[in-house]
DNA sequence: TTTTTATGTTACCTTTTAGTTACATAATAA
DNA sequence: TTATTATGTAACTAAAAGGTAACATAAAAA
């Protein structure tokens, strides 16, 4: 019954696997810089999200010695956007207006111009 | 350490209630009717995703009778849209163009152009 | 070579989540 | 009034998720 965008939809359900994708944002960090970030919690919790975000592509691994350098592949959340967040803006404009029902011919809208209600 | 998104990241977390709300899409339903939806399912199971949903404010219902009538309330995904997905559009583009790093005065995509790549 | 360090693995515990069956209530229809 | 039906609640179970401590390995530094 899970679609295909399940499995990313849960790896960003948990916090920490979020803080984790801000924190790979600008540039890739090795697994124990990760860690660090993450001081209230064991290096093994933080390494299993860590793997859970791999698992769904979110996360690039690539080996360097004993090192192992992590980056982000927004690339996901990019499909989970198209694919599901963005029909909704539709029915989002709809609330701010008041309004019940949407029209088939309306435009979606630009989400760049709601920033700022 | 969850921050005030994460209710409703979690609430979107679920495949049935992802499906519930694009049920909702349109026009608002009967508790029963959104059950029908769901014949694989207990009535029960149903209505309790649906009090998830209602507790983060993604279903809105109101009682007309013994009948109770939800609709849906698109604002939360918005939230996650612009407080969280929307800055890594910055970082999708990149991978695509293979670059690594995104400089810091580039602006954020506009993601309605990117609906078909 | 020996030690340090970056990373991985095994085994286990606790809480949350998603689901079930069965029972209860109250508004409408017959 | 009686029966039906739309909805709500109680009590429980199974599985998944998030966490820990302790042990293991292998590359690099001393």
Known sequence: MADDLDPIFKALSDSTRRQILDYLKGHPRLTGEIVNQFPEMSRFAVMKHVDVL???GL???R???RERINSLN???IRLIYERWLHPFSDYWATALLGI???SE???PTDP???KEP
């Open 59 to 61: 996360v690039v691994t």
């Open 54 to 56: 791999r698992e769904v």
């Open 74 to 76: 927004a690339v996901p």
């Open 100 to 102: 019940k029902q949407v």
């Open 112 to 114: 760049t111009t709601l």
């Open 105 to 107: 011919t309306e435009l």
């Open 63 to 65: 080996t360097n010695g």
